[in-house]
């Protein structure tokens, strides 16, 4: 009798011990501090996907760079290293430089419309495809915007005019078709990543941001860090992109695959809203810390527009950008 409840005790640990080996864990990385719009989004993804799986997949979110900063999380999810992330259009772009498209100045001007009706297209399901290819799914959903960018950001540098802008220091984020642009703008671009660009500030080593939104001050509170004047020319646009590592989906059953991948559609409108309304009193935010708004006439802005277009082929080709893909781009935003 001793020996037949030891065997059952034992078969009864043993199918518990199965049982807990089928829960999955998995981690998400982001740059971004709590709070965060980015880091919202993905602990509602985590959520969504323990609800749609029962509590079956656990999902596990690090922020504030705790497992990797921005480039080496992108390189971690085409090895495998790291499961899932959501990322900033910029950054990816080193990886996949077609994600520039929406940053050229062809979308000088563009509104979130006019961005969401090339992603949200087959323009768009191509690029995810892009993406893909090397190693990084892009859940159904795809993308959120998080603002149009701006051209400077500067610290006690007025930039009113684009003549403004010779010359003048400004950091930007890590991509080489951000870096063509803005020297194309006649700055004088660094690109800096995200953790560097405060110490950079204070010790006068740049004069500004270039090519980041109303948003990255307002989220940095980079008012704190010296920024006091804003050239809002609306210079393209930067979304940010859920992604999941292909060689850790691979590991996953069929069914949890689906849901993974599935569970962004639960959560990528509320990003969208929440982002849309964010922006809307981003400026105001910064106006009351004590940043002075510059806006170009629509003038100058169609000027300036019309010219950097002149010299958007070099910056395609220069920047290692599909040509072929980004005429169609140009024909669909332009109605043809």
Known sequence: MKDFLKTTAMAALFVG??????ATELRLSVETPPGHVR???????????????GGDITVNVFPAAQLYKSADAIRALASGALDLSIQASPTLSRFEPNLSVITLPMFFGATRDDVRGILDGPLGDELWGMVEKKGIV?????HFEFAPNN?????????????DLAGVKLATPPSPVVVAIMKELGAAPQATPRSEIVLQLTQGQIDGLGSVTDLTIKGGKLWEAGIDNAFADNAGWGVYIPLASKAALAKLSDEDRATVLAAWGDVVGWARDYSAQELADARKVNEDNGVTYHDPSEDDITA???????????????????????????????GN
């Open 304 to 334: 300036m527009r019309a010219k950097m277009i002149a010299a958007q082929d070099k910056i395609v080709a220069d920047g290692g950008m599909d040509a072929d893909y980004v005429a169609r781009v140009s024909a669909a935003l332009n």
């Open 151 to 163: 051209s400077a950001y500067t610290a006690g540098k007025v930039v009113a005019t684009y003549g």
């Open 17 to 22: 011990a199965a049982g807990m080996a089928l």
């Open 39 to 53: 880091n919202l989004a993905a602990e509602k993804w985590a959520e969504a996907i323990a609800t749609r799986s």
């Open 138 to 142: 892009i859940p159904d959903g795809g």
